[in-house]
């Protein structure tokens, strides 16, 4: 079983690893994407929304250690 922050509810902490994996995923496949055909604006603009996601995402399992 994985570790987990004290305090923190379990179902909030895998609703944030399930979202953070898939956005992953779509920032993979927009990389690779832009590798081999380029990305459009929209897509470009979609990739930097996807990118302040994760950093928010981020800064709440942050807060989450230091609540710990």
């Known amino acids: 079983m994985p570790l987990r922050p004290l305090g923190a509810p379990v179902e909030e902490l895998e609703d944030i690893r ?3 994996m898939a956005l992953f995923e779509k920032q993979l496949e927009a990389i690779e994407r832009d ?3 380029g990305l459009t604006e929209i897509e470009r ?19 989450f250690k230091t609540a710990a």
Request: hydrophobic letters at 45%.
């Open 18 to 20: 399930a979202e953070l």
């Open 35 to 37: 590798t081999f055909v």
């Open 45 to 63: 603009i979609e990739y930097a929304a996807r990118h302040d996601r994760i950093q928010e995402l981020h800064a709440k399992l942050g807060r």
